[in-house]
Structures are given as structure tokens and as C-alpha cells.
């Protein structure tokens, strides 16, 4: 189990708050379930955003003990704030991230550079409200969310526009390979194949130690 892929879901996927009052959408459980059949080499995981903290412990345990030799990030939503969290805590203990996937990541505060070797970032396209107002971190995703209340009415607001404007959509990110899709917030399944087929684009970052 030398190569291991972590599939971090958003709100509402496994088994945060928002389960409380919804069904589980398992959405990353089924990015998971396509990579691991397409890549049989590659051991894969799925958790939600709020198993964060156990997912850094799983890591660092199986890193120190050498049963994990290459490690792989995606998350969703909410799930891509918590896998840029655990990549930024990776680096700083000299554990290198090989790829980074974040899918229309979603967080209320702007992230500085993540520090992995690849990074392909996919975000769904952004309005003018997006651009403007909810770049305003906590006010703005209090504005944006107001403004776009009507979304529920639209097959886009019930795929979860409205939850990731609630939440904050970070768009492009610095440091990473940025790919826009017009597509919903939900289709995670279809962002994860195109940043598969972009990851040989993005660039190798030479400051990770332990580039492979």
C-alpha cells in the first residue's frame, strides 16, 4: 500500500451537521469508487471535511511507519478547504504531497499558497456576484448567498450552487493548475475526470521535498 489517495467530501456528503437534517449525498464516495477501479495501484479513502483530523493522524502514522510512501489529496467543496488544511500541515512536518485535487473548493477565508508538488484546481464558472461581492470574505458569502436565494428555484441552486455560495467559492487559486467548467457545484464525479486529464499539464512545484 505504497500509493494512497485520500477523497475528502463537502458539506452534507458523509456524515457532518448538515446529515443531521439531509440524506448524505456520498458524492466523493463515488469519485473514490471510479479511481479506484481505474487505478487498481492506488489504494483509495473516503471521509468527509469533518474527519479532517483523523485523516492527518492516519497520515502521519502510516508516513512514519513507511507503510505509505505516496500521497494524494482531492476534496470537494468544503472537503477541498479541509485537504488544502491537511497539505499545508503536511508540508510543515516534511511530508510531501504529490497531487493535490481540489474540486470547486469552497472555504470562508482565502487560502495562501499550498505547498504540494501538483496541484490541478477545478472551480465551476463564477457570476458577477461571485467576482465582486463574495470575494469579501464573510460578508461577502453573507451578501452572495442572499442575493442569489432565488437559485434554489434552479436545477443549479438544488445541485448545491446555493450551498457553495453560502459557503464561499475560492475560484482560482494561487499556486495551482486552474481549469474553469460550466458545469453545477454537485458534479463532482465529471470535475475529478477532467482534473485527471489535466494533472500531466500542471506544473511540478521543485520546492516540495521528496518529489517523485
Known amino acids: 500500500m505504497s500509493k494512497v489517495e485520500f477523497f475528502v467530501g463537502g458539506g452534507g456528503d458523509k456524515k457532518d451537521w448538515i446529515t443531521t437534517i439531509a440524506a448524505p449525498t456520498n458524492l466523493m464516495e463515488s469519485v473514490k469508487n ?20 483523523l485523516i492527518l ?21 468544503w472537503g477541498g478547504q479541509a485537504v488544502m488544511d491537511i497539505a499545508q ?6 511530508i510531501p504531497v504529490d497531487e493535490l485535487i481540489t474540486l470547486d473548493p469552497v472555504s470562508l477565508w482565502p487560502f495562501s499558497k499550498v505547498m504540494v508538488a501538483k496541484w490541478v484546481n ?22 452572495s ?4 436565494l432565488p437559485s434554489l428555484a434552479t436545477q443549479s441552486g438544488r445541485s448545491g450552487g ?18 474553469e467548467l460550466d458545469v453545477t457545484h454537485a458534479d463532482a464525479l465529471l470535475m475529478y475526470k477532467k482534473a485527471r486529464e489535466e494533472m500531466s499539464h500542471a506544473p511540478l512545484n521543485p520546492k516540495v521535498i521528496g518529489v517523485k
Not at 35 to 50: F, L, V, W
Not at 89 to 94: H, T, Y
Not at 163 to 176: F, R, S, Y
Open 34 to 53: 471510479y479511481r479506484q477501479k481505474s487505478a487498481p495501484n492506488i489504494t483509495c479513502y473516503y471521509y468527509g471535511h469533518e474527519e479532517e483530523t
Open 57 to 77: 493522524t492516519n497520515i502521519k502514522s502510516k508516513w512514519k511507519s513507511g507503510e505509505y510512501k505516496s500521497i494524494r489529496l482531492t476534496g470537494h467543496s
Open 89 to 94: 500541515q503536511l508540508f510543515s512536518l516534511s
Open 122 to 143: 477545478i472551480y465551476i464558472k463564477q457570476s458577477l456576484i461571485d467576482n465582486t461581492i463574495g470575494k469579501i470574505p464573510l460578508v461577502g458569502n453573507i451578501a
Open 145 to 148: 448567498s442572499l442575493l442569489s
Open 162 to 179: 446555493y450551498i457553495a455560495n453560502v459557503g464561499g467559492q475560492l475560484g482560482e487559486e494561487n499556486g495551482a493548475y486552474n481549469i
